[in-house]
């Protein structure tokens, strides 16, 4: 009886689910199956909207060509995001330490909020040229600030029996630092990165539709400009997969790392 | 599940400005003062004002060309407020939608986790090939980068409301409306005016973005220029204009939630 119970269950529970998965992505398949066939019922050349089938092949028969333009952006992107990131946390860890530099430089980087990052790509392409230096150098400056105020935030809004609990061991500040104080901003630093990442992209992608001859935002603009649809839509394509994949990662190492930590206790 | 972390992503970074509203910062405006002293002086020091022009240059530059960046700042400023109402709009009747049902909330949230996680902005360059440089380009942009802050902070206050006035509701036979009027208006809209701080900046950064794509007119065409002919003075002196402008919509923002939220005082 028991066992038919929960085999009862189970099976509710795997209806339910496919149900669920069903409701989750019939709208995104009902939307790419009307844009294949719709085009191909209406006979719409594909310069002018290619089905989902054209920019698949379109892909695949000129791969190395979006491969090289592809890593070209995946290496702004992870370049940036780690000398960017790895920046604002140690800045971060600094500022927390030197009074004098909480008072004065952290306010002032935080009034730098409302100069949006991505309008300096032309300026950075002015002074860096339009190669990949300029964006990752833009990627690490918009990357620097999630990063900078996150670590902060966790750095000083941690629970403070944590600190007493060391301080009666006679912990040293530096084992402090590593054991204690950043581990529990580790959630706060891990909501920055998830946000960097998306933002890591469209930093780099937008610097490369500014000036550039190569990446993916260089492959959209200028296929766009020669009207080559087909060529568009898949740069497009794949930025989206690529930052996708970006924070998929993030989002990953986010369960992997904290594991331990429950929002719920601790608001 | 993704979706509820992004309102925490993004509700860091106007916590950034709110940080410094508390009080004066003295400090930091000093510390300000003396980048913008040591950037004055550096500068001619290095001989290098070409290539970085000095603050006391750019802010003379402004001055100078007031017809120009007003002209361009104004464009930029219409298309931001543009995007911002109709963004909005369309986040909140978003919200509704999937907060009156489940089904629809399982169907739309892979779009919705799809606009976030992807650079939205990737697309203009397509939507220029088909509609081209016009007004109707920008609007289409700003609806897209503006409405998802709208939507997720809105989604939020619904499913805030106490099941105690929800059931009362119920019981009452209060009609849609009403319901939507007195019980989740006033849940929402805390929300709404926190996703409309995110959405100001967001707005703003897509203008100017779409400006780079189609440089037409605005505050991006002339940093577009500014970057063609090797005028770093335009350059500077727009982003200046920039952060002005979202300066002033975030002040804005921020003094209409403080008249429209009385019951939370704070």
Redesign the interface.
């Known amino acids: 009886m028991a066992t038919n119970r929960v085999k009862a269950f189970r099976t509710n529970r795997f209806v339910r689910t496919l149900n ?1 998965t069903v ?6 398949i009902l ?1 790419v199956l009307t844009w294949e066939f719709g085009v191909a019922y209406a006979e719409i050349p594909a310069f002018i909207l290619p089905r989902p089938t054209i920019i698949v092949d379109e892909i695949v028969s000129n791969q190395a060509f979006y491969v090289e333009n592809t890593l070209i952006t995946v290496k702004e992107v992870i370049l940036g995001l780690l000398v960017g990131g790895a920046f604002g946390v140690f800045s971060a860890i600094i500022i927390f330490y030197v009074d004098i530099l909480r ?6 980087l ?2 730098n ?4 990052k ?6 950075f ?3 860096f040229g339009d190669g990949t230096m300029s964006k990752v150098l833009l990627v690490m400056l918009i990357v620097f ?2 990063l900078l ?2 670590t902060f ?1 966790g750095l000083v809004e941690i629970d403070e029996a944590l600190i007493e609990l060391g301080r009666s061991f006679g912990l040293p500040e530096a084992i402090m630092l590593g054991k204690i104080r950043l581990p529990a901003a580790l959630p706060y630093i891990s ?2 990165f ?2 960097a990442t ?1 933002l890591a ?2 930093g780099a ?2 610097a490369e ?3 550039s001859s190569e990446g ?2 260089a492959v ?2 200028t ?2 400009a020669m ?1 080559q ?1 087909t060529r ?2 898949s740069a ?1 394509v794949i ?2 997969i690529v ?2 994949v970006f ?1 998929g990662v993030a ?1 990953f190492l986010d369960k992997r790392l904290l594991f331990w930590y429950d929002e719920s206790d601790s608001g | 599940m ?1 979706q509820e ?1 992004s309102v ?3 509700g ?6 709110d ?2 509203r508390r009080r004066i ?1 003295v ?2 405006i ?3 003062v003396v ?1 913008l002293i040591l950037w004055e002086v550096g500068v001619d020091a290095l001989g290098i004002t070409l ?1 970085l022009p000095k603050p006391s240059n750019i802010l003379q530059f402004v001055f100078e060309n007031n017809g120009l960046f007003a002209k361009h700042g104004f464009l930029t400023l219409k298309f931001t407020i543009y995007g911002l109402v109709i963004g909005a709009t369309v986040g909140m009747v978003l919200a509704l939608l999937t907060a009156a049902s489940a ?1 629809i909330d ?6 919705v986790l ?1 606009t ?4 939205k ?6 939507i ?2 088909y509609i081209g440089t016009t007004d109707t380009y920008f609007t289409l942009i700003l609806i897209l980068v503006a409405f998802f802050a709208i939507y997720e902070n809105a989604k939020k206050g619904l499913e805030g409301v106490s099941r105690e006035f929800r059931e009362l509701s119920t019981l009452y036979h209060a009609s849609y409306w009403f319901n939507f009027r007195k019980v989740q208006m006033p849940s929402i809209l805390p929300h709404l005016m926190a996703g409309l701080k995110v959405s100001v ?1 967001q707005a ?2 897509g203008v ?2 779409a400006e ?2 189609a440089p037409r007119q605005g ?2 065409y002339l ?2 220029i ?2 063609n002919q ?1 005028q ?1 003075r335009m ?2 002196g ?2 200046a204009v ?2 002005a402008i ?2 002033t919509l ?1 002040v804005i923002v921020d003094i209409i939630e403080g008249q429209v939220i009385f019951w939370r005082a704070t």
């Open positions: 669920h409701q989750y992505s019939s709208l995104l939307a008072r004065t430089l952290y306010p002032f935080a009034m909020y409302v100069v949006p991505i309008a300096l790509a032309p300026l392409v002015f002074w600030f999630p105020v996150n935030t909501t920055g998830k946000l998306v992209v469209i992608v937008v539709f500014v000036a993916l935002g959209v603009v296929a766009t009207a649809t568009a839509f497009v930025t989206l930052s996708l924070y989002v | 993704a972390t925490e992503l993004e860091h970074l106007p916590g950034m400005l940080w410094w910062p400090e930091a000093l510390f300000g980048v290539f089904v399982r169907m739309m949230s892979p779009l799809l976030f996680t992807t650079p902005i990737v697309i203009a360059p397509i220029v090939l900046m703003l950064i100017i973005v780079f794509v505050l991006g940093l577009m500014g970057q090797q770093p350059m500077f727009s982003v920039i952060a979202g300066l975030y």
